[in-house]
């Protein structure tokens, strides 16, 4: 009976120590993760052509009798495509900390790689934003390239010039003043060249018509049909010396849009015609917007004006129509969720330590998924 008690107290001294070296902890752990907002990433593909006026389309209505498409050189630009996607990021406006000492049960909490709440005593993280490799496209337009003849791979920029010369030889008996020219070579002009081109677009078309007829032996089939195409590239290009032409290039641009306010246009980008995307403060350009619309939020009231106790933060995000504007006509929409335009609030630490729940979050969004008691 004796050792019994003497145990006894022994135990009873070891709990009162433990008890107290525990009493003692007064460090506190804090946990700091933050709530996510919604940004629109806006992929615009545009088209941009280029005319590029020919140098001799002052002579296409003499030499061909043809009225050219292209005198001066310009950029017209279009959309042809804009993409619209969410991308969820750390709101700098909604970051938190939770601290447990020796006070308070510590609570377990599970984040998300970006930091986004994602469970208490429960959840998954995961990685919530849809990240991918650095890409670099260089779409920026080359400078407006030049129709040129001595790109012509059978254009020859020299001309075979005769010189006058006499020489004297006797014919017949008698002295006769007899021609010898002398050939050089000399650089062809502007009207050597026009007249040069205007010929061999003749010609092409002479020798289509031959083959055409069958009248230059070739054979029908695969061989004709290679012929004919390279008759067509050539003479192409002869005529854009005197009609001009018109290049399109595809150029990828990418924006991002955040919306603050419901029922608030917020400007994307602007679009000119003449430059494609252009900046923002350019008035005369046109402006695309992203608007959400029709906003509601199943929510009873914000946290404003509650007592500041210890609690979890979360979102009750809203839920909306959104819409891509030009001006004030709607291009497109679409059902969206948007955190930042919802409701935040707050979960007490007590309740959840005192009645051992467990919480899951939607951590895109910031919303409570599930309460359940802890097994």
């Known amino acids: 009976m004796k050792r019994i008690l003497i145990l006894f107290v022994v135990s009873v001294l070891v709990l009162q120590v433990f008890a107290q070296k525990k009493r003692e902890i007064s460090t506190a752990v804090n946990v700091n ?9 806006l992929e615009v593909i545009m088209d ?41 990021v750390p709101d700098e406006k909604a970051m938190y900390s939770v601290a447990a000492s020796a006070d308070y049960w510590p609570v377990a909490l599970t984040l998300s790689a970006e930091g986004f709440l994602a469970g208490i005593a429960g959840g998954k993280g995961e990685v919530v934003g849809n990240y991918s490799a650095l890409e670099y496209h260089n779409n920026e337009i080359k ?10 791979n059978t254009y020859n920029h020299l001309k075979e010039v005769l010189d006058t010369n006499y020489t004297f030889q006797e014919v017949d008996g008698e002295m006769k003043k ?4 002398i050939i050089r070579y000399a650089s062809k002009t502007e009207l050597d060249n026009v007249k040069e081109a205007v010929s061999e677009i003749f010609r092409i078309r002479s020798e289509r ?25 050539i003479e192409a290009n002869y005529l854009s010396l005197f009609m001009g032409k018109k290049i ?9 849009c955040t919306p603050l306010k419901a029922d608030e246009p917020t400007l994307a980008f602007r679009f000119a015609e003449n430059e494609g995307i252009t900046d923002s403060k350019n008035v005369s350009a046109l402006a695309y917007f992203l608007q959400v619309s029709d906003v509601t939020v199943p929510s009873s009231k914000s946290i404003d004006g509650e007592a500041d106790v210890a609690g979890i933060f979360y979102r009750v995000p809203a839920m909306g129509k959104l819409q891509l504007l030009c001006g004030k006509d709607i291009l497109m929409k ?29 951590p895109q969004f910031g919303s409570l998924k599930s309460v359940k008691r802890s097994k």
């Open 143 to 152: 400078d407006i390239e030049v129709i040129d003849i001595t790109k012509l």
């Open 248 to 256: 399109t290039n595809r150029v990828k641009k990418v924006v991002y």
């Open 209 to 233: 018509v031959r083959l055409l007829n069958a009248d230059n032996n070739v054979p029908d089939g695969k061989s004709l049909e290679i012929i004919l195409k390279e008759y067509d590239r």
């Open 178 to 181: 007899i021609w010898d020219p």
């Open 334 to 362: 679409m059902e969206t969720i948007v955190p930042q335009l919802g409701e935040i609030k707050r979960f007490p630490l007590d309740i959840i330590s005192n009645e051992g729940l467990s919480l899951e979050f939607y």
């Open 48 to 88: 941009c052509i280029q005319y590029i006026p020919g140098p001799y389309w002052k002579y296409a209505e003499k030499e061909l009798s043809l009225t050219p498409k292209v005198i001066e050189a310009k950029e017209r630009w279009k959309i042809a495509d804009i993409k619209v996607s969410p991308q969820y």
């Open 33 to 41: 993760y933050c709530l996510p907002k919604v940004v629109y990433k």
